[in-house]
């Protein structure tokens, strides 16, 4: 039987998870990955809830990640400005490839 072991195992691909996957990615690159997601898309909260109007509380100058520093005029972001393939490239940072 072949058996695969992976270092890492992060549940959820929230904003949560995708921020910890590039950091575990960036300081521990010699580790294996993966995040396992419930559902059939990234962003957890902000992927689920879609209504209009929905938007962050905090400025995104303190809630954005730190490695893509926010560029946008308004300090709030829409839930659409949300969304992992703007917050975090799936391309640019490789996630969830490994
Ligand atoms: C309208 C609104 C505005 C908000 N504004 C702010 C704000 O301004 N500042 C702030 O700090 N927070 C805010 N929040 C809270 C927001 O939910 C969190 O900041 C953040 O998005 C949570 O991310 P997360 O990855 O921890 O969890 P989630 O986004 O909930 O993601 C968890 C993921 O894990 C998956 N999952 C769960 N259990 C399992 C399992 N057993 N197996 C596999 N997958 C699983 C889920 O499907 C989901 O995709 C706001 C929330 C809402 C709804």
Redesign the pocket.
């Known amino acids: 039987m072949n058996k695969e072991f992976i270092d890492t195992i992060i549940?959820?691909?929230?904003?949560?998870?995708i921020g910890a996957a590039y950091h575990l990615q960036k300081q521990c690159p010699t580790k294996s990955l993966a995040i396992?997601?419930?559902?059939d898309a990234l962003g957890?909260?902000?992927d689920l809830?879609r209504y209009p109007g929905?938007r962050?509380?905090?400025d995104m100058f303190t809630?954005g990640y730190d490695f893509k520093p926010w560029t946008d005029k308004d300090s709030l972001a829409t839930g659409e400005k949300l969304l992992p393939k703007k917050m975090a490239s799936r391309k640019k940072y490789a996630l969830i490839t490994k």
């Open positions: 549940i959820g691909a929230g904003l949560s998870g396992l997601e419930g559902r957890g909260t902000w809830f929905i962050s509380d905090s809630y």
